[in-house]
């Protein structure tokens, strides 16, 4: 390789020209040699360097450069080697090729075989500083290794301060010991699976070791395959490394500033959100209703309407100041750790000794977090139901159901919290760094199992579900469901009444036995086409694929936070920048990525808001076509005067918050010019107001 430079090219490309003179700048395999218990290093191809007399000077400092930044090799007997070797850090993979194990017992450390005695070889004969600038390093292993041999491999993989990348190369060693030529095997598809069980021994061992080195970066366990009798494909799979992995090596640097950075999202959301109300309140000081309500909505009905959203919008504005304050506090003031530590010293006070471990003190700390938390939204959700609520005659709560419907909620949290938590800490401690693929199924059919059972054991403990009374309205329905096919097993109505004047219809249930729920409210405020208008509605998400596709991007949402997760759940610098410095618990892994993952959350939100809005219309259109499309704009009028729901909003506000479209966008979409026979849509009866469910609103 040769090189003419010219002295006026800049000093930084003249620099890097003779940098790249003197080894190529790009990931390759350095390989190391053991003989008697001595690393004889492979050198690098020479270079042949042609300079002219000006360009000399600046050659020579760029080699002391290369220099500096070699592995030294210590010699048998001797304190500094002649021989080193030049490394480039970030790109060089140093492969130990494993000769050494078929020669004569290691003396360095004992007498340790295999990759433990490799390793320990490899450490004696570099110097701590040398040992910290290998970031990948790639070695033989010629049989299945042991869990207890682990133990010895990561006691010497610690010394490797600054190791990104381990990749495990599986030999043959049959062939090997015969003195045949080298070559990478191809296991067949039987053998996979002791690949992948080594693959988990390796990140349990870590995360073991982890625990009690926490200055030692944790490197990328993986078991590498081969059928080449050429080494160029390690740093095929290196510079491939999984996107996952990568990343996680990426965020977790010691001065990451991980506190900082989640609490300018958390302000930075709650000012953008501020924003949004801002613009949304003076939408609602509006004193003319929408066109296509005006001859709909008594001016009387729309000023009230309107005065229901400012009061909504003033209570948000000072409850979302005080959540805002609530999270800062929680973290300047390190609260997750001096919580953590105060539970884990209740443990050790009270629980049995068996009791001691990470999952019964996570599960110990999540209930007691959740009943901070229940405690600090207290005085919002008082405010909410008794003062506001209360004041546009929405609350139907009397104080004694109030407070036993919060006995209720935090007793079932304290039921199905425990065995879901166990579960999910379970498979993150047993499965290895590919947890969340079985996280991910475990969500999934844990969602299937509270589909199945929430009518029958959940519901009924706040609601009552009383069979539908035979008549007009239950023909109609049946008679709807007959005609699509839908599967309608049970016909029910609950009693919305008991605790609000709530108006809301909605199904649940299994693909092939569907219930549908409609609320009393409904049905006493509406007429039975009107009411059979909002189910086709309904209806028409099931049959258009709306639940089932919701339910696939849930899953594929689920799949995206567990792999994500798995950048997170080793990155020592985002838990001791929380205060967890002796420590990392999973469940507080989890805790602080969720909170890292605030900012992508909210994409995510605005473009399910999106889908939703577009599938609202759709179900709209389906009614339509079924011949419920006067009927269902009567019902969605009725609906929005009697729940004092807004009738106009601010388009940035409502893109980012509404699920639903506005009631002039879906009356528009329906083509409503009004009723025909000039009878006002609402009569008096139905001025009266209810406010619809958030989740399953029309």
Not at 436 to 460: E, H, K, S
Request: net charge positive; proline share 4%.
């Amino acid at each position: 390789m040769q090189f003419t430079l010219f002295p006026q090219l800049p000093a930084e490309l003249r620099s890097q020209i003779w940098r790249t003179a003197f080894c190529e700048q790009r990931s390759s395999i350095i390989e190391l040699r053991a003989l008697n218990d001595e690393i004889r290093p492979k050198s690098r191809p020479s270079t042949v360097l042609c300079v002219n007399r000006e360009s000399r000077q600046e050659a020579l400092r760029a080699s002391r450069a290369l220099s500096s930044e070699g592995l030294l090799f210590r010699r048998k007997g001797e304190e500094e080697a002649q021989n080193r070797l030049f490394l480039f850090p970030e790109q060089d993979i140093i492969y130990f090729s494993n000769d050494y194990q078929f020669a004569s017992p290691s003396t360095v450390d004992g007498k340790m075989e295999g990759m433990a005695g490799t390793l320990s070889l490899l450490a004696a004969s570099m110097s701590p500083t040398d040992r910290a600038k290998i970031q990948s390093l790639a070695i033989d292993i010629y049989e299945w290794t042991e869990a207890a041999d682990l133990k010895e491999i990561f006691q010497e993989l610690v010394k490797f301060e600054g190791l990104k990348a381990l990749v495990a190369v599986m030999r043959d060693p049959v062939e090997k010991k015969l003195g045949t030529e080298r070559i990478f095997v191809e296991w067949p598809w039987s053998q996979r699976k002791p690949a992948q069980d080594l693959q988990t021994k390796l990140w349990k061992i870590s995360r073991h070791t982890l625990r009690y080195n926490l200055e030692w970066k944790e490197p990328t366990a993986q078991v590498v395959l081969y059928r080449d009798s050429t080494l160029p494909s390690i740093i095929t799979r290196l510079v491939k490394m999984d996107i996952l992995q990568r990343l996680a090596h990426f965020l977790d640097r010691p001065l990451f500033p991980w506190k900082k950075l989640i609490v300018g999202f958390s302000l930075a959301q709650y000012l953008f959100e501020s924003y949004l109300s801002v613009r949304q309140y003076q939408v609602l000081k509006n004193t003319r209703p929408p066109k296509v309500l005006a001859n709909e909505v008594s001016q009387e009905v729309f000023d009230k309407s309107q005065a229901y959203g400012r009061a909504k919008a003033q209570f948000s504005f000072v409850s979302s100041l005080y959540g805002q304050i609530q999270n800062t506090a929680f973290i300047y003031y390190d609260i997750l750790p001096k919580l953590w530590g105060l539970t884990g010293s209740w443990l050790l006070q009270y629980a049995p000794t068996r009791f001691s471990g990470e999952i019964s003190h996570s599960i110990v700390f999540v209930l007691t977090f959740i009943i901070i938390q229940q405690v600090l939204s207290l005085p919002t959700s008082i405010y909410s139901t008794f003062v506001l609520e209360e004041k546009f005659g929405f609350n139907k709560q009397t104080p004694k159901l109030f407070v036993t419907d919060i006995l209720k909620s935090q007793m079932l949290a304290f039921i199905l919290a425990p065995p879901i938590l166990a579960g999910f800490l379970k498979i993150v401690q047993k499965t290895g760094n590919q947890f969340f693929y079985y996280l991910w199924l475990f969500g999934a059919a844990l969602q299937v199992f509270m589909i199945t059972v929430y009518p029958i054991t959940i519901l009924p403990l706040f609601n009552k579900l009383s069979p539908l009374d035979p008549g007009a309205l239950k023909t109609g329905v049946e008679g709807l469901a007959a005609r699509l096919n839908f599967p309608l097993k049970e016909l029910y109505v609950i009693d919305g009444s008991k605790r609000s004047a709530h108006s809301n219809a909605y199904f649940f249930g299994l693909p092939w036995k569907k219930h549908i729920v409609i609320y009393d409210t409904l049905i006493e405020k509406s007429e039975t086409d009107e009411v059979v208008a909002v189910l086709a509605h309904e209806l028409g998400h099931w049959s258009l694929g709306h639940t089932t596709r919701l339910f696939a991007i849930s899953q594929v949402h689920f799949f995206y936070i567990f792999s994500l997760f798995s950048v997170f759940i080793n990155n020592k610098s985002l838990y001791r920048s929380f205060g967890f410095h002796t420590s990392m618990p999973i469940i507080i892994g989890f805790i602080l990525f969720s909170d890292a993952l605030a900012p992508m959350d909210t994409v995510i939100k605005l473009l399910m808001n999106i889908l939703s809005r577009r599938y609202e219309f759709q179900a709209d259109e389906f009614a339509q076509k079924l011949g419920y499309s006067t009927e269902l704009a009567k019902s969605l009028i009725k609906l929005q005067i009697q729940n004092l729901s807004t009738m106009d909003a601010d388009w940035m506000y409502a893109t980012y918050h509404f699920s639903h479209p506005i009631l002039s966008e879906r009356l528009g979409a329906l083509g409503w010019h009004g009723d025909k026979s000039g009878e006002s849509v609402v009569d008096e009866k139905s001025e009266s107001v209810a406010k619809a469910s958030g989740r399953d609103e029309l």
